[in-house]
């Protein structure tokens, strides 16, 4: 692994604890203004445009980050008011999308919503009017199975949750919607198909993340000249008559050969989520899919492949361009080898990205340092540290009362050019994303519990 990000040897997660204090002061206010003021009637909060908060109507995949957002502020400080906004609009607003078999992302959805209101209820956080754990349950059962039911089988032993592009089509970004079917199954539910089969979630996970392994990140196996281990792409194409695999493709990406990398990240820290989750489940239950150590040695090959590909195409700060391969980074020079430039006029970088893959490597580096490989899990918990430390604060941190978001320069779909341009720059910087936002509180509550020794979050917890 060539490292490029310049890890702090000796960071512990005790050390950023005032950076993330002081993430929730501002997030907590923020998250106060927009729910006074957001009108559903306008679609959900997706991205910012100077500033403030703007939908945009492609699939409705971020209100749930919305609703999950005052779950984790009332996490980390136990104000009540942030518990009763989650609560009260995911009572009223998530229910419709429960039954939502149009799109491949109920893990966003609703484990950020429903998943998180049963975290708090089996850790006792919850008060009366809120404590609905069985409800809770039933959401999330109903919520695997319609997910589970979006399914590209390619033969008896193989296929995939497909994307909202039809069933030809294999996103990474899915990779994090297998906690919808982990969370399904851990709680005692199947899917009944249309022929009466009870349907297995666990199998279905465990071959949906074995097809993206093989399709959608590359392991230095010769599927192309330009297959480096580690890189990812973000859609892989099938033939659905004959089930076969076509060709790599994107959709926000620069080119198929080339890494998008938020979906990167999301591949990152979904595999490093499913590594959790396997170590948690019996010997038994996972010997009808090729057995645990077998499991739990593919998925920590992808998801090491995946954090050195990273390391070693970020700046030294830890905060990706948005695409490794996007043609304006030639003019940048010797990019790699110092820290990001969100206000450069080339090509804008993705603090979103950054977020969510810091939570993945330090959620590696804890499974590692967990199955006895310290010096290797240390590197990636102290990168992830880093790059936490780097993008929970300025120039990324929006500390500004006047703008709606919390992490700043995020980007949504630089090929559609969605993003916000600021009028006489050539890039879009400046903005915020809801996926960035609640993502960094995800990552700052993790950090936090990890610092303060605290129960360890997890989407299964029990």
Known sequence: MKAVIRASVDIEASDLKKIIERLFVFSARKISELHKIWNFKNGSPVITRAGTYTSREWTNWTQGFFFGMPLLQYDFDNDKKFLELGYLGTASQ?????????????????????GNLLRLSYEGRLDEISHQADSYKLALKVSGAVQAM????????????????GRHSLFADTIRSLRSLAVAHQLGHVLIDERGRRIDLLR??????????????????ERDIYDVPGRVAHEAIFNVDS????CPSTQQGYSPFSTWTRGMAWILCGYAEELEFIT?????????????????????????????????????????????GAPGLSELGDYLNRAADPFNDYEPVDSSAAVIAAQGLIRLGNFMIGSGDTEKGN?????????????????YLSSDPRHQGLILHSVYHRPRGWDYVLPGKKNPSGEASMWGDYHALELALLIYRIGERKKYPTFFSK
């Open 379 to 395: 590197t990636y918990l102290a990168t992830g540290l880093t790059v936490a430390g780097n993008v929970l604060s300025e120039p």
């Open 94 to 114: 998530m229910p419709v999308y429960l039954t939502d078999f149009a799109v491949h992302d109920h893990g966003f959805n609703v484990v950020s919503t429903y």
């Open 150 to 165: 979006r399914w590209t089988e390619l033969s008896d032993e193989l296929g995939y949750i497909y994307s909202f592009n």
């Open 243 to 246: 089930r076969t695999f076509r």
């Open 280 to 324: 948690h489940l019996g010997n038994s239950e996972l010997e009808p899919f090729g057995g645990k150590d077998q499991i739990l040695k593919r998925y920590r090959g992808v998801a090491e492949s995946v954090a050195d590909f990273y390391i070693a195409n970020t700046p030294t700060d830890g905060i990706p361009y948005w695409d490794t």
């Open 204 to 221: 279905r996970l465990i071959q949906h993340a074995e097809i993206t392994a093989r399709y959608i990140v590359y392991l230095g196996e």
